[in-house]
Nanobody, 124 residues
């Protein structure tokens, strides 16, 4: 059974940083794209970032460009999201995702696997 397990969420003040981790099990994603989405209360699920299998290709949502950095460690089957200069509008549940394939996508329906999510709350 494939599982994506997020960790690292929590409460942080505006301007602070958090690092999210996602550990995959049940399948190796070394050749596949992985990424992050988020969903704030009452809002649709938004694309945050994605990374290709090698880590050399990344995509970011417009609202996080320049503040968030995605990375991965294929030896550990993990993906990370370093979040800096956090804003209250970054408050959301963050979901780790993976898709079978190498192409990065910003559309949530194109991802095959989802984690349970981790809450990130940024206070003003």
């Amino acid at each position: 059974q494939v599982q994506l397990r997020e960790s690292g969420g929590g409460l942080v003040q505006a301007g602070g940083s958090l690092r999210l981790s996602c550990a995959a099990s049940g399948r190796t994603f070394n050749s596949d794209a992985m990424g992050w989405f988020r969903q704030a209360p009452g809002k649709e699920r938004d694309f945050v970032s994605a990374i290709n299998w090698s880590g050399f290709s990344t995509e970011y949502g417009d609202s996080v460009k320049g503040r968030f950095t995605i990375s991965r460690d294929n030896a550990k089957n993990e993906v990370y999201l370093q979040m800096n200069s956090l804003k209250p509008e970054d408050t959301a549940v963050y979901y780790c995702v993976a898709r079978i394939g190498t192409v990065l996508h910003k559309q949530s329906s194109l991802y095959d696997y989802w984690g349970q999510g981790t809450q990130v709350t940024v206070s003003s």
